[in-house]
Each structure stands twice: as C-alpha cells, then as structure tokens.
C-alpha cells in the first residue's frame, strides 16, 4: 500500500480525548486525528518521532493524519483504518504464502446479523488484527487492550468451521524488524483463552510483520508466534 502524497515529519506532544493528537511540525504544534482506538502503549512518549498524511477536504475538522511512530529506531504504523488495505494488496499480490492459490477476495463479509469478517477468500475467513505492542525484544504482542469484541470474533471463528469455513486469524505486525509474536496474556487473559480454545478446535493463527517507510507499508514476511 503506497502513500498517495508525501507523509509529513513531526514531533509527539500528548494524545488525549483517545482521537486527537497534538504534534509539532516545524515551530508551530497542529491537532491531528488519531486512528487507533487501542492504548497504544509504549509508543506515546513526547517527542517521539511521528509523520502524518494530510487531507485538503474541506469537509474535514482536521486536516492532518496520524499514521506511523518511531520507537526504539523501529517505525510503527498506527493507522488502523490502513490495515485491511495493506492486506488486501498483499492478498492481491500473493504476498501470503496461506492465501497464494486464492480466486476470490471478499472484504467486509458479513457472517451473520451482528458479525462482519475482514476478508472471505474462497472458503478462508481472514479477521485481521493490527499490532503495534512491542514491550519485549524481539516480539510483538496482542491487544494492547481488553478487547471483548476481539473475544467475540475467535468463538465466531470457532464456531464458523461448522459452516464449513476455514477460519484464520492475520496478526498483522506493523513494527519494524519485529521478528516474533505472542498474545499478551497479561493485557486481557480472557483473549488469551479465547486464543487457545479457537486454536484447539482449529482456527488458524498467522502473523506477518510490515516493511514501513513513507513512501508506503507492506506485508514483508511471516513470523513465529511464540505459545506460552
């Protein structure tokens, strides 16, 4: 997934009101808006290096985008509404060796009344998770936050295989040079149940980390999940 226009250079000043971020560009601090709704722990230390996107619609109460941090001399990607879209160039472009002989891309597949998944491709459910938690080296982890909505989504996934669906679930890492995943079990130890009772009944779990520039962010290779 490429960059329309040149990304925009600044320093972190504070995230507040979970949406908005100030940042200083220059001499002068903008309010940008932030597309995460997760904690983002550990990457919101003031004077972090950040870039942003901007938007000239007029319709638009902020111009300005938060899309990728620099922590620990590793970018970080930021953006969650991007995520669907990097998969889906990587599903395009047979970036994932899973889903290489797939004929049919489906986003935004609508499971049941209450349940949308990412991507139906042929007969693979695909949810995709956005990672950005990096507190051991080495390693990214997943959530960065209670997600009971990300509970919902494994059982569904469990339950799917009934259908006769073969669900997966992507942990798409955008940090740079990560090298391994595992689930934060101490963040919200009901996902990390939910985690091991989905893979027992046979729900896939993948993780592939993102090559980030800003010129563009891409699925670069697949990563080991570490099970504790």
């Known amino acids: ?9 600044g320093k972190l000043q504070k995230r507040y009101k979970r949406f908005f971020v100030d940042i200083k560009v220059k001499n002068s601090v903008i309010t940008a808006h932030c597309p995460n709704t997760g904690s983002m722990l550990g990457l919101l230390d003031k004077g972090n290096d950040v870039w942003l ?7 638009r109460k902020l111009k300005f985008t938060l ?6 001399n590793n970018l970080v990607g930021v953006n969650t509404l991007r995520a669907n879209k ?23 597949f609508k499971y049941s009344t209450d349940t949308r998944f990412d991507f139906l491709c042929d ?8 990672v950005t938690l990096n507190r051991e080296k080495d390693t ?6 209670i997600t009971s909505r990300g509970s919902k989504h494994l059982l569904n996934l469990k339950e799917s295989i009934k259908k006769g669906y073969k669900p997966y679930v ?17 963040i919200d130890e009901k996902y990390y149940e939910n985690y091991h009772l989905a893979k027992k009944h046979g729900v896939n779990f993948i993780a592939y980390r993102c090559y980030l520039s800003n010129k563009e962010i891409k699925i670069e290779k697949k990563i080991n999940i570490i099970d504790e």
């Open 67 to 72: 899309e990728i941090i620099k922590v620990k």
């Open 170 to 186: 992507l942990f798409l890492t955008q940090i740079q040079g990560i090298k391994n995943f595992k689930i934060a079990k101490d």
């Open 140 to 145: 990214a982890e997943f959530p960065d936050a």
């Open 86 to 108: 990097i998969v889906k160039h990587a599903l395009e472009n047979k970036l994932i060796s899973e889903f290489k002989n797939i004929n049919n891309i489906k986003p935004e």
């Open 53 to 59: 996107t901007k938007n000239d619609d007029p319709k």
């Open 1 to 9: 997934m490429k960059f329309t226009n040149s990304l925009i250079k």
């Open 123 to 130: 007969k693979n459910l695909i949810e995709v998770k956005n």
